[in-house]
């Protein structure tokens, strides 16, 4: 195992602003109030707590706090975590399923046990507001439920042979190997420090999981290193479609398995016949909403966004929209609007950067699908609008992107359901829902989204290689 970070939610549209405190309330406000046995900064290898020669910082990108210092490992460090996760592998492959699966339900009983303090560290790095963290604690720890299942139900075939004196035996015998897990840099190390330290409660073997933290000035160096060692049969990587095309040149050197869950743009369609009301209620990336309905829409996701949104710090219950994970997001956000506006588009509610790494949630009309919003991921509270005419218009706009991750639309007519959903170039469709994330559901995208599946029956199939055994000099 490598580097795990957990993945960050793909949020897009929450709050309004009402009274911001300033930088020095805020931090003088808020505190991490977790259990110290949870508070772990260093680099966790072959079940040893590892120091490195230097620290990096984990900063509240609410308050720009220093929350705490973390090891800064290196290739030094990442090395010892493959070697550590390769010996042990060649053990933990002779567990039965049965044994695996105990401890693996043992590791997420645990995570639920302790999910207050862990959605605490993330709201913490990421900003977050806590209910959103909780969520994201539950839905991550549910993959280990899930998995602690799906590991007893790994099956084979018997195929019919064409001799008689032969049996055909198929089955995903063999598992895929010593995996590295990559994760983005702004995404959050103490909640994975943390989750290392409940694997040991949960008896999880020495090796089996490590996490190697390492500062963005670190990455480049200690990635490659993971990415091409030979003792390294399998790369998982959330992030970036430009990251993920390197580390699959890392990964061709040695012909490693693959799995990435890269950059999405996800459309979000409201034709004329959908319910005005529930459409209004979901966060996406770009909306293209169909003139008979277009200023009725905006009518009522303007009033959504007055009477339901508000920023402020994670922590305080009454915030739907914490700041950007720092300052460079909170720009990008703020650039892509002032891009839109040169070009002609309406700044319909919000539109101003905030301090520090918040902006205010912001509303957009009369966009155009060439502006940069419309191409490009925004990562921020941002809802450009496009208004369009045809089922056909609809569809062209939505599909000019390089990436196909998710997209949704909101429609009545059961016809057009069926049509629109089979031509979205997306690897997930949400009709008349904007929640799609499902451990039962497997999630993934098609284009440069990524490769393979997450989660669901077919998420296993991952981490697994078949293998074919041809059983001859059978008695006909």
Known sequence: MGSLYLPGARCIL??????????????RRYSLGVSA?????????????????????????ATGHEIAKVSDCGIKEAQEAVNAAYCAFQQWKNHTAKERSFLLRKWYDLIIQHREDLAKLITAECGKPMRESI??????ASFLEWFSEEARRVYGDIVPSPAKDRKILVGAALAAGCTVVVKPAEDTPLSALALAELSVQAGIPPGVFNVVPCSREKTPAVGELLCTDPLVAKIS???STATGKILLRHAAGTVKKVSMELGGHAP???????????????????FLVQSGIHDAFMEKLAKAMDEQLKVGHGSEPSTTQG?????????????????????????VRGGKRLQGSFMEPT??????????????????????????????????????SPVGLAGYFYSRDLSQIWRVAEQMEVGMVGVN???????????????????????????IDEYLEIKYVCLGGLSA
């Open 37 to 61: 046995q949870l508070l772990r900064t260093e680099g966790f290898i072959d079940g040893r707590w590892v120091s490195a020669a230097s620290t990096f910082p984990v900063l509240d990108p």
């Open 135 to 140: 969520g994201e604690i539950t839905y991550s």
């Open 363 to 400: 509303l957009l009309s009369s966009v155009t699908p060439d502006m940069i919003c419309m191409r490009e991921e925004t990562f921020g509270p941002l809802v450009p609008v496009v208004k369009f005419n045809t089922e056909q218009e609809a569809l062209a706009i939505a599909n000019a």
């Open 268 to 286: 979000f369609i409201v034709f004329d016949t959908a319910d005005v009301d529930k459409a209004t209620c979901v966060c996406s990336n770009r």
């Open 433 to 459: 829902e904007g929640l799609l994330s499902s451990i039962e559901a497997p999630f993934g995208g098609v284009k440069q989204s990524g490769l393979g599946r997450e989660g669901s029956k077919y998420g």
């Open 323 to 347: 700041p950007l994970i720092n300052s460079r997001a909170a720009e990008k956000v703020e650039m892509q609007v002032q891009d839109a506006v040169a070009h002609g588009a309406v700044v």
């Open 237 to 239: 990587f959330t992030g």
């Open 14 to 27: 929450r709050q309004v602003s009402s009274g911001l405190p300033s930088m020095q309330q805020l931090q």
